[in-house]
């Protein structure tokens, strides 16, 4: 300081010498930010872990820069690390994040997790609302606080029961679209031939890379059923929106990168040394708004001239744009946040969709047995010549009724939906293996792998499983109300996939895919998650809203796709999961090359 004060001294306010005030004084300000960063590294390094409550808790060890986050969130490896760590420490642990000065706590104690995903004491870091706000805007996942609860409560009616069943004919049409032309791609087993029969009994059939067709289809229907506009990119996966989502989303996948970390606290750099993976996301962000302010546009005039004659729908965009036209301040939407939640919808509705039908493939794929056995329930639901009808037994789920073929080309649109799409809908949902199947494959795969939430103030998490600390203290040694104290800025690992295979909650086979595990949970509400329940659609005021949407779609693919084909694993492919934004399927070996879902697809007999 006293070096500093010299330096200050020696400047006169009569001096001349302008180049030598100004040296003066870049050395002053250089020398006081490096004097500032070497505070802050002191302090992040060394003093605040002194004090950090956190450092009691026990947890794996490392050395002074090591990480734990490769082992906790890498799927190949955290399923094994969650066991090991919870027998080992207890339900509550920490780890350490960018080193061993960074104390996180890691939670499978349920009390705790709902505490930490119910509180206003937590919320999403802002580097995660950042990334998100880049890909998708200020939508409802990158809000929190008062704005989140507004979004929140204005788009809640899309997704009531009533809007699901409304929209059944989108689903219907478009699993039937992707039908017909994988029909196409997969050759018949109608033939007679001794060589062409010897070929389908040694597994002929198309090796499909099903993932892009899910996702394709999960945007068509988010476009139809949300803003009552058909992208078409099941037709051709070049059309112009879809195909800016997916290089963006490919991009986000490959993950973050020490450039990645800089850009968050210094986001000059994204303008000033502009990557080829940013000149791309920029592009793709540049098409998507275009045609994001086209269909608002069209949806506004549809929407007042509806209200001439007293009309309303319930889609999402409907309801944003009522919001946006609002004369209430507190209820209206600026044209920004309107386009922000179309982006937020469209982008990450349907990559959780499409990403659980990807999963249902493959599991069905994997485990022939069950793929038998869900097949044979949903044929009861057919005749051989009438398509879905009532197969008159007692569980069918069906009341007699005309037949409906929705194809391709003869959409009734989600406002005038087909009375026999309701009542198809309603057949699906009494499907009881066909819910057991969806249930587990969202439980052993959830497109989420994990959450993160930071405490923005002091807080006492509630535990219900002991935690002896380092000092030799057990906190809720004898089932009094404890707490572990962590303080503001500490970062909370929520264990979506963790939850879901807990021995605890699920049994000593947690870890395989087993249906029938349902057979003895009457009652199933996945936003709100417990024992014998999911925590895959997250809880609290951040939960899924479209839950039932992703339910109801992934359930009548399937019953769509199973009536008419055979899913069997490729030969020589090995399938592992990647957790990016969402836990896509991957190649092994084939990174590189983007999610990858190859399956043989067969005739079905």
């Excluded at 003066?24 to 004097?35: D, G, P, R, S």
């Excluded at 439980?443 to 405490?455: G, K, M, N």
């Amino acid at each position: 300081m006293n070096a500093l004060l010299n330096i200050l001294a020696g400047v006169s306010l009569e001096t001349r010498d302008m180049p030598v005030l100004c040296i003066k004084i870049c050395v002053v300000a250089i020398i006081t930010v490096v004097l500032r960063g070497i505070f802050w590294f002191l302090d992040m390094m060394l003093i605040k872990p002194l004090f950090d409550p956190l450092r009691l808790v026990p947890g794996p060890e490392g050395a002074v820069m090591q990480t734990h986050l490769r082992q906790v969130l890498d799927p190949s490896l955290s399923p094994r690390t969650h066991v090991d760590w919870t027998t080992k420490f207890g339900k509550n642990f920490r780890i350490h994040g960018f080193g061993r000065h960074d104390y996180r706590l890691m939670s499978l104690d349920f009390r705790s997790m709902v505490h930490v995903l119910s509180s206003p004491s937590f919320e999403k870091p802002w580097q995660t609302r950042t990334l998100l706000s880049r890909l998708i805007g200020s939508g409802i996942f990158s809000m929190e606080g008062a704005e989140h609860k507004k979004q929140r409560r204005l788009i809640a009616p899309a997704f009531s029961a009533q809007s699901i069943k409304n929209m059944a004919p989108i689903f219907f049409r478009k699993a039937e679209e992707v039908c017909e032309r994988w029909k196409k791609m997969v050759p018949s087993q109608s033939v007679k031939s001794e060589e062409s029969v010897s070929d389908l009994a040694s597994g002929s059939g198309s090796k499909i890379d099903v993932a892009p067709w899910m996702s394709r289809a999960a945007f068509d229907i988010v476009g139809l059923a949300g803003f009552n506009y058909d992208f078409h990119s099941v037709e051709d996966e070049t059309e112009e929106v879809y195909s800016a989502y997916r290089k963006m989303f490919d991009i986000a996948d490959k993950g973050i990168n020490l450039r990645a970390i800089l850009e968050f606290y210094f986001p000059i750099m994204r303008k000033l040394f502009v990557t080829d993976d940013i000149r791309v996301t920029n592009e793709s962000l540049k098409t998507i708004a275009r045609t994001g302010k086209k269909i608002v546009e069209e949806r506004k005039a549809e929407y007042l001239a509806a209200q001439e004659h007293g009309m309303e729908n319930k889609d999402v965009l409907t309801l944003l744009i009522k919001a946006n036209l609002s004369t209430d301040p507190a209820k209206r939407l600026t044209d920004k946040e309107l386009l922000d939640q179309c982006s937020t919808f469209l982008l990450a509705g349907s990559d959780s969709v499409s990403n659980g039908l990807c999963w249902s493939i493959f599991l069905l794929a994997s485990h022939q047995d069950v793929q038998k056995r869900l097949r044979q329930e949903i044929r009861k639901m057919y005749t051989t010549t009438d398509g879905y009808h009532s197969d008159s037994s007692d569980d069918s789920g069906f009341q007699d009724n005309t037949p409906c073929h929705l194809h391709p080309a003869e959409s009734s649109g989600w406002d005038q939906p087909c009375s026999c799409s309701k009542t198809r809908l309603d057949a699906i949902e009494n499907l009881t293996y066909l819910d057991h199947v969806v249930r587990e494959v969202l439980r052993f795969c959830p497109p989420i792998h994990s959450t993160i939430r930071v405490a923005v103030k002091d807080d006492k998490i509630p535990i219900t499983h002991p935690v002896t600390l380092k000092n030799g203290q057990t906190l809720g040694e004898k089932g009094e109300e404890s707490y572990i104290n962590i303080r503001k800025g500490s970062y909370v690992h929520i264990p979506i996939e963790g939850f879901n295979y807990s021995e605890d909650v699920w049994g000593p086979d947690a870890q395989e895919f087993r249906p029938e595990r349902w057979n003895d949970v009457l009652e199933w509400d996945p936003s709100k998650p417990g024992i014998n329940n999911l925590m895959t659609f997250s809880y609290g005021p951040h939960s899924c809203l479209g839950h039932k949407w992703t339910i109801s779609e992934i359930k009548i693919f399937l019953c769509t796709l199973l009536h008419s084909f055979e899913f069997h694993p490729v030969e020589g492919v090995s399938i592992s999961k990647l957790n990016t934004i969402i836990t896509r399927p991957y190649v092994k070996g084939e990174w590189s090359a983007g999610p990858q879902l190859p399956i043989l697809v067969r005739e079905a007999k």
